[in-house]
Antibody, heavy 121, light 110 residues
């Protein structure tokens, strides 16, 4: 099982930047064996997939809504995942979840509890 | 990257069965078996209930089942219980090597 704890959320003005972190701890699992995702959920709304990074950080993929503004990265030596967010807009306000993909790559199996980002002046 | 289409809400009485559909396209649901379903209770993180269309993780009730036909996947919950009342989301891998969720379905147990 893997525990995921997000941090770094807060209130930021439109156009501002924020960096989210996700610390992973696992019993019997190696963080660097798995691709990792960020998924967000605006208040009262549904889940929206944001980004994915492969196990080695070699490839990253983004939703069109954040492409060019967000950058996903990881530090396997620290069992950590990051999301650097720039040019933030009001519609980026959401609870951001860190999530682990299975080894087969077929689905997300573990989720953190999320960190809240509010973009407001 | 349009969201997969789910009904906004479904309802059923205890003991009944309900089905939630999830419609995508030939670039996601229709092409891949990487379709999963998540249950989310209020103020909780999503929980995986089905993966690869119809597989249940350990610990998930066999009242939950899944199928797929063409571009549409379906989640069926049989023997509805009060604790099943929650939001349900489908998710699929896409040909763009991205992932997409459905808009979510609110299940009400009457």
């Amino acid at each position: 099982e893997m525990q995921l704890v997000e941090s770094g959320g807060g209130v930021v003005q439109p156009g501002g930047s924020l960096r989210l972190s996700c610390a992973a701890s696992a019993s019997g699992l190696n963080f660097d064996d798995y691709s990792m995702h960020w998924v967000r959920q605006a208040p009262g709304k549904g889940l929206e997939w944001v980004s994915l990074i492969t196990w080695d950080g070699g490839r990253a993929y983004y939703a069109d809504s954040v492409k060019g503004r967000f950058t996903i990265s990881r530090d396997n030596s620290k069992n950590s995942l990051y999301l650097q967010m720039h040019s933030l807009r009001a519609d980026d306000s959401a609870l951001y979840y860190c999530a682990k993909e299975t080894g087969s790559g077929s689905h997300i199996d573990y989720w953190g509890q999320g960190t809240l980002v509010t973009v407001s002046s | 990257q349009s969201a997969l289409t789910q009904p906004a809400s479904v309802s059923g009485s205890p003991g009944q069965s309900i089905t939630i559909s999830c419609t995508g396209s030939s670039s996601d649901v229709g092409y891949y078996t990487y379709v999963s379903w998540y249950q989310q209770h209020p103020d909780k993180a999503p929980k995986l209930i089905l993966y690869e269309v119809s597989n249940r993780p350990s610990g998930v009730s066999n009242r939950f089942s899944g199928s797929k036909s063409g571009d549409t996947a379906s989640l069926t919950i049989s023997g509805l219980q009060a604790e099943d009342e929650a939001d349900y989301y489908c998710n699929s891998y896409t040909s763009s090597r991205t992932w997409v969720f459905g808009g979510g379905t609110k299940l009400t147990v009457l």
